[in-house]
């Protein structure tokens, strides 16, 4: 043996005697549950019965679960969380960006105020907006009332059940019922998120805003000045700025915070959980994790299933991300 | 202002209300000709002429005002729900919302008929026209009982001072309230009734106890396993770290069943090892202040070395302290992710008295029902520890953010 080899030897062992606390945690707890798992899925384990007496049983729980109606419903509830929510809260924030980096007074202000929703909890938050959504002592329908009654001068108030409307808004916008005999239950997707699923995406936006918005900052922050300049001076306008030095150089940071937030909306579930204890009166506001909850826990305990449904969540977030990969990575630019 | 209009729009009930009405005109026409002024491109405005300088100031004013009603926007629920834990429910559940935070008082003939003092109707009401149960609210007050076991503050009176008033000898009236009554009866949440109880003193203990555990437990082991990375070649090391890195990219919740599991055969669910233990180390942790030691010039090691440091020695007294930001926002993070977390500790504990305080807020959403009024007291409850270390730590919280963008 070299000396080399055997000083690195000798230093492996440092290393894993440093290693070691979080490795025991991380092996226990993150690792090998992955691989567990994967094993439960393809078994019939309940919390009810002992683990010994669990079978395997091939890919069964993943077909009952792609042939669940409930399931089906609370997938096209997290893409219609998704779809609507993403790209209203990034834009909303890189609008909000823009507007604190043009040379305005009381920066520290506006970013605390946009930002304070972020750090509160989740929990705490919802509980507020299930009160301003409350149908009766509310002040969202306090405010359509004024817009409705006082500025429009219509006879009857809009009176919106937010919370407790399980119709999609676009079956509430165009008066008809969307099929709900379509394959895979696509239908909840042409119907839109229901209206207590846009009081979330609302609430979530709310909460999101000030986030997104500091990265932007920060990303807008770091584009060179002079770029600006020799626009100006070829006589570009505000729109020609956006579009061709702003946007194009802001992409990467675009790029991150479209990634981190679809994987993340792909994992909602607390706003639910408070907001509409059993998932809306239709089931329409229940996500996938509220699905894997449910089945596997409260009162259900089929774990197996659950755990089925848990990787097929794992899949489509792997998707995704590799979609995005491909379909956006290419066109970033970088500085 | 808002009570203003209030009752502008209580005393004209039918029809649009036409103050309003020209103020929403007058602010939309007004709106739309400043952003028509500032788009419409003039080839010779400069800051030198009028027109240039009106346009800038016009911009200028028309950015305010977006990010003023932007900020209203973001700061009117918590305008909300701190007004609303200093109303009585009476308030808190009226239909034209009111922003200051009140309470109804009632003011009837006292009982032996001299004067008039404030009053407290008690007991439900059968019919409109029934006379009603009124205590003074001199009479009432707050007493300790430590009966269950811990101590609840809860409102008591003398049964024989109650007394009966016609309904139209009742006067009602409104004052600012200020007082922590609703804090205090959230904390245990109420009494009578079937409605849940809450106990936020041992939520609040479970909550800052599991959080802080968690959290230095987290700096600790991670901050070892981010040196191992940062100092040492070792067999294996490549390898470790993309294991590492692919972790991150699991969601939580696959982890959750079969850690159910995992804890069940260790016998830990439902106790304070569930809570804690699994989020004594972190993979993102350790990801963070690897790529901040390893900014840590070598020169220093050597340094040390020829002092006679050991490893651990040089991590503690030199690296820590030079990564001090680093520690401060993953202490952030982590403090932050355990005390807002509720799937976890909802799986994996039953027991009331293991609810964290999330936990306890949520069940306690439930047993409130429309005591939006004690709700809310118990949500600013939640909220405030939070909000106090963000005014305390904000800079460390804003970089740390902006930080995670510009990898």
């Given at each position: 043996m070299t000396s080399a080899t055997e000083r690195k030897l000798k230093e492996s062992f440092t290393a894993y005697a440093y290693l070691a606390p979080a490795g025991i945690v991380l092996l226990t707890f993150w690792f090998l549950p992955v691989i567990v798992s994967l094993a439960m899925s393809f078994s019939n384990l309940t919390a009810l019965s002992p683990v010994e007496e669990a079978k395997f049983v091939g890919f069964a729980n993943y077909i009952r679960a792609l042939n669940s109606e409930q399931f089906q419903q609370s997938f096209w509830n997290t893409v219609n969380y998704a779809i609507y929510s993403v790209p209203l809260t990034l834009s909303l924030s890189l609008a909000a960006a823009m507007l604190l980096n043009s040379k305005i007074k009381g920066v520290g202000f506006w970013r605390t105020a946009f930002f304070l929703p972020y750090i509160t909890t989740w929990v705490a938050i919802s509980v507020v907006w299930m009160y301003i959504f409350n149908r009766d002592y509310g002040l969202a329908n306090w405010f359509l009332g004024i817009v409705s009654t006082d500025i429009l001068g219509l006879e009857t108030p809009w009176n919106l059940r937010w919370l407790a409307e399980s119709?999609?808004?676009?079956?509430?916008?165009?008066?008809?019922?969307?099929?709900?005999?379509?394959?895979?239950?696509?239908?909840?997707?042409?119907?839109?998120?229901?209206?207590?699923?846009?009081?979330?995406?609302?609430?979530?936006?709310?909460?999101?805003?000030?986030?997104?918005?500091?990265?932007?900052?920060?990303?807008?922050?770091?584009?060179?000045?002079?770029?600006?300049?020799?626009?100006?001076?070829?006589?570009?306008?505000?729109?020609?700025?956006?579009?061709?030095?702003?946007?194009?150089?802001?992409?990467?940071?675009t790029f991150f915070l479209l990634v981190i937030s679809l994987i993340g909306s792909f994992q909602v579930f607390v706003p639910m959980l408070v907001m509409t204890p059993n998932g809306?009166?239709?089931?329409?506001?229940?996500?996938?994790?509220?699905?894997?909850?449910?089945?596997?826990?409260?009162?259900?305990?089929?774990?197996?299933?659950?755990?089925?449904?848990?990787?097929?969540?794992?899949?489509?977030?792997?998707?995704?991300?590799?979609?995005?990969?491909?379909?956006?990575?290419?066109?970033?630019?970088?500085? | 202002m808002t009570s203003f209009l209030f009752t502008l729009a209580a005393t004209e009930p039918a029809g649009p209300n036409l103050v309003i009405r020209i103020a929403a005109i007058l602010f939309v026409a007004a709106n739309l000709a400043a952003f028509g002024f500032v788009i419409s491109s003039g080839?010779?405005?400069?800051?030198?002429?009028?027109?240039?300088?009106?346009?800038?100031?016009?911009?200028?004013?028309?950015?305010?005002?977006?990010?003023?009603?932007?900020?209203?926007?973001?700061?009117?629920?918590?305008?909300?729900?701190?007004?609303?834990?200093?109303?009585?429910?009476?308030?808190?559940?009226?239909?034209?919302?009111?922003?200051?935070?009140?309470?109804?008082?009632?003011?009837?003939?006292s009982a032996s008929g001299s004067g008039e003092v404030e009053v407290r109707v008690i007991g439900t009401i059968r019919n409109?026209?029934?006379?009603?149960?009124?205590?003074?609210?001199?009479?009432?007050?707050?007493?300790?009982?430590?009966?269950?076991?811990?101590?609840?503050?809860?409102?008591?009176?003398?049964?024989?001072?109650?007394?009966?008033?016609?309904?139209?000898?009742?006067?009602?009236?409104?004052?600012?309230?200020?007082?922590?009554?609703?804090?205090?009866?959230?904390?245990y949440s109420p009494e009578e009734g079937t409605r849940g109880r809450a106990n936020f003193t041992r939520y609040f203990a479970v909550s800052i106890g599991t959080s802080v555990?968690?959290?230095?437990?987290?700096?600790?082991?991670?901050?070892?396993?981010?040196?191992?990375?940062?100092?040492?070649?070792?067999?294996?090391?490549?390898?470790?770290?993309?294991?590492?890195?692919?972790?991150?990219?699991?969601?939580?919740?696959?982890?959750?069943i079969p850690n159910f599991l995992i804890l069940d055969q260790l016998g830990w669910l439902d106790t304070f090892y569930a809570l804690t233990v699994p989020w004594l180390a972190s993979v993102f942790t350790i990801f963070l202040m690897r790529q901040f030691f390893m900014t840590v010039p070598n020169d220093l090691w050597e340094a040390a070395r020829?002092?006679?440091?050991?490893?651990?020695?040089?991590?503690?007294?030199?690296?820590?302290?030079?990564?001090?930001?680093?520690?401060?926002?993953?202490?952030?993070?982590?403090?932050?992710?355990?005390?807002?977390?509720?799937?976890?500790?909802?799986?994996v504990t039953s027991r009331p008295e293991m609810r964290t305080l999330m936990v306890g807020l949520q069940t306690f959403t439930e047993d409130a029902g429309t005591d939006f009024h004690l709700l809310m007291a118990a949500s600013t409850m939640a909220i405030l520890p939070i909000v106090i270390l963000f005014f305390l730590m904000q800079r460390f919280f804003i970089e740390g953010i902006a930080r995670s963008g510009l990898k």
């Open positions: 119709r999609g808004i676009w079956e509430m916008v165009f008066e008809t019922k969307a099929p709900r005999n379509l394959p895979f239950g696509s239908g909840a997707f042409l119907a839109g998120p229901s209206l207590a699923m846009v009081s979330i995406i609302i609430t979530s936006v709310w909460r999101d805003i000030g986030y997104f918005m500091i990265i932007f900052l920060a990303g807008l922050q770091n584009i060179d000045k002079s770029y600006y300049e020799a626009a100006e001076i070829d006589g570009a306008n505000a729109w020609q700025k956006f579009r061709h030095i702003t946007f194009p150089l802001l992409s990467p940071v809306g009166q239709a089931y329409d506001t229940a996500p996938i994790v509220f699905y894997i909850y449910e089945t596997g826990f409260r009162g259900n305990w089929q774990l197996s299933y659950a755990a089925a449904v848990a990787y097929l969540l794992t899949a489509m977030i792997l998707t995704l991300t590799v979609i995005q990969n491909r379909v956006l990575g290419k066109k970033v630019v970088y500085q | 080839a010779a405005d400069s800051d030198q002429n009028a027109r240039g300088i009106w346009r800038k100031r016009l911009k200028h004013a028309l950015i305010y005002e977006v990010l003023g009603l932007g900020a209203i926007f973001m700061v009117t629920p918590f305008y909300w729900m701190v007004s609303t834990s200093f109303k009585d429910r009476e308030t808190a559940v009226s239909t034209v919302p009111e922003f200051m935070p009140k309470r109804a008082t009632y003011t009837a003939p409109e026209g029934d006379p009603r149960t009124v205590i003074p609210t001199s009479e009432i007050k707050f007493e300790a009982d430590s009966s269950k076991g811990f101590t609840i503050h809860k409102e008591t009176w003398d049964k024989a001072k109650e007394y009966k008033v016609e309904p139209n000898k009742l006067k009602r009236g409104e004052k600012i309230n200020l007082s922590l009554q609703n804090f205090r009866q959230a904390w555990l968690a959290t230095m437990g987290t700096l600790f082991t991670g901050a070892l396993a981010a040196f191992a990375f940062a100092r040492f070649e070792f067999f294996g090391k490549n390898a470790l770290f993309y294991v590492i890195l692919a972790t991150m990219m699991v969601p939580g919740q696959v982890l959750l020829i002092d006679g440091a050991s490893h651990f020695r040089y991590l503690w007294q030199i690296i820590v302290p030079l990564c001090k930001p680093v520690f401060i926002t993953a202490g952030i993070f982590n403090f932050l992710n355990n005390w807002n977390s509720l799937l976890w500790p909802l799986i």
